[in-house]
Nanobody, 121 residues
Framework: QVQLVESGGGSVHPGGSLRLSCAAS????????MGWYRQAPGKQRELVAV???????NYADSVKGRFTISRDGAKNTTYLQMNSLKPQDTAVYYC???????????????WGQGTLVTVSS
């Protein structure tokens, strides 16, 4: 089976930093896109950042200049470096991947279990 496991969440003060990791494991043929989404209490889940296999990156306007997404293809892992964190960044952060599993059967979307980020004084 295929799964995504996130780590790196926690509690920080405003202005602090965290680095989230998401590792995909299982019978993966290829990963086309990996990204991060977040969901705050009472709000809809929203895109934070995505990175494609070709290196294309998109960020939500609210995090541009503060967050950086990267990947390690050899490890099937994506990272989200979060700097200058604000209280409004508080949310459960979910890793997402669009991939092809073995044997090749077409696309599959997988979600991680989420990791909580809390930014407060």
């Amino acid at each position: 089976q295929v799964q995504l496991v996130e780590s790196g969440g926690g509690s920080v003060h405003p202005g602090g930093s965290l680095r989230l990791s998401c590792a995909a494991s299982g019978s993966i043929f290829s990963i086309n896109v990996m990204g991060w989404y977040r969901q705050a209490p009472g709000k809809q889940r929203e895109l934070v950042a995505v990175i494609s296999s070709g290196g294309s990156i998109n960020y939500a306007d609210s995090v541009k200049g503060r967050f950086t997404i990267s990947r390690d293809g050899a490890k099937n892992t994506t990272y989200l470096q979060m700097n200058s964190l604000k209280p409004q960044d508080t949310a459960v952060y979910y890793c997402n991947a669009q991939m092809v599993v073995l044997p090749p059967i077409g696309g599959l979307e997988v979600w991680g279990q989420g990791t909580l980020v809390t930014v407060s004084s």
